[in-house]
């Protein structure tokens, strides 16, 4: 029913910055919240930044708020991550997903590697 592919991953010095995109298809009319999440080798799944379709109300983590943006387009159907002052902490696979009522979807991954 619904899409969703992420780009804007890559290699990135510490200090540097990387926005990434997730682009939806699909009926998103019933998606509320959109959020970033990430993956690093041996550690669970976290949250980086979520938001809420309607209103654009942000929440962050303290590991990622200050440095970390979330935003999206409704009219793209298309949710953003600004990533400014990478740490090589904050390599990991980053997925997004979009949550309905009951279940949600998710995107294929976009690598992130923070190395000099």
């Known amino acids: 029913q619904v899409q969703l592919v992420e780009s804007g991953g890559g290699l990135v010095q510490p200090g540097g910055s990387l926005r990434l995109s997730c682009a939806a298809s699909?009926?998103?009319?019933?998606?509320?919240?959109m959020g970033w999440y990430r993956q690093a080798p041996g550690k669970q799944r976290e949250l980086v930044a979520s938001?809420?379709?309607?209103?654009?109300?942000?929440t962050y983590p303290d590991s990622v708020k200050g440095r970390f943006t979330i935003s999206r387009d409704n009219a793209k159907n298309t949710a953003y991550l600004q990533m400014n002052s990478l740490k090589a902490e904050d390599t990991a696979v980053y997925y997004c997903k979009f949550s309905v009522p009951g279940s949600g979807y998710w995107g294929q991954g976009t690598q992130v590697t923070v190395s000099s």
């Open positions: 938001i809420t379709r309607s209103s654009g109300m942000a």
């Open positions: 699909g009926d998103i009319s019933r998606v509320f919240l």
